[in-house]
């Protein structure tokens, strides 16, 4: 199976550090992308290559990968973080279809 | 940015055509997708198109019943859904190609599939 597994949901408190991961054997070839989905919004690029953010992405949010999961780490999480994150790769396969994984909801107590 | 338009409410079996103009950057060079999201529910990859437009790739619950196409001399791409059903309801987000991921997205066309 190509699936992407994400937690449905994680909680943290504001200011401390967020771990969200993400499970699939695409992740052996292919690496990781991540987004974020505010409510009512349109999903942003956080994360590309792994651990690469492109520019506007405050330092915060980073990426990781060991073998068949990747994880995308907010460290001093703020209110403003709340929202859905979504981890993307190419398939095993190594064609241009992309898949996503289900999305975690992130909410800041 | 890019800017969807062509939403609407269609019936189960029906057609309809969506666009996404392009400004800002170079539209020509760049690869363009679809991508669309069921309410409620999470992001699934539809479509991919070559900056040419040779190369198409689709995913699997659309195969054979949209195409994807581009014209370059109007920054514009264009998602064309056949045999449309009732699960294809959906905001469907076009976005900008960035090796295996996506930098730009627009706001999303809400196609609403219902009788």
């Known amino acids: 199976s190509d699936e992407l597994t994400q937690p449905p949901s994680v909680s943290v408190s504001p200011g401390q550090t967020a771990t969200i991961t993400c499970s699939g054997e695409?992740?052996?070839?292919?690496?990781a992308s991540w987004y974020q989905q505010r409510p009512g919004q349109a999903p942003l690029l956080l994360i590309y290559?792994?651990?690469e953010r492109p520019s506007g992405i405050p330092e915060r949010f980073s990426g990781s990968t060991s073998g068949t999961t990747v994880t995308l780490t907010i460290s001093g999480v703020q209110a403003e973080d709340e929202a859905d994150y979504y981890c993307?790769?190419?398939?095993?396969?190594?064609?241009?279809?992309?898949?996503f994984g289900g999305g975690t909801t992130l909410t800041v107590l | 940015q890019l800017v969807e338009s062509g939403g609407g409410v269609v019936q189960p079996g029906t057609s309809l055509r969506i666009s996404c103009t392009a400004s800002?950057?170079?539209?020509?060079?760049?690869?363009m997708h679809w991508v669309r999201q069921a309410p409620g529910k999470g992001l699934q990859w539809v479509a991919l198109?070559?900056?040419?437009?040779?190369?198409?790739y689709f995913g699997d619950s659309v195969k054979g019943r949209f195409t994807i196409s581009r014209d370059n001399s109007k920054n514009t791409l264009y998602l064309e859904m056949t045999r449309l059903r009732v699960d294809d309801t959906a905001v469907y987000y076009c976005?900008?190609?960035?090796?295996?991921?996506?930098?730009?997205w627009g706001q999303g066309a809400l196609v609403t599939v219902s009788s």
């Open positions: 976005a900008r190609g960035y090796g295996y991921a996506v930098d730009a």
């Open positions: 290559k792994d651990n």
């Open positions: 800002g950057f170079s539209f020509k060079s760049y690869g």
């Open positions: 198109i070559s900056v040419d437009g040779t190369n198409k």
């Open positions: 993307q790769s190419a398939d095993s396969y190594g064609t241009w279809s992309m898949q």
């Open positions: 695409a992740f052996r070839k292919q690496s």
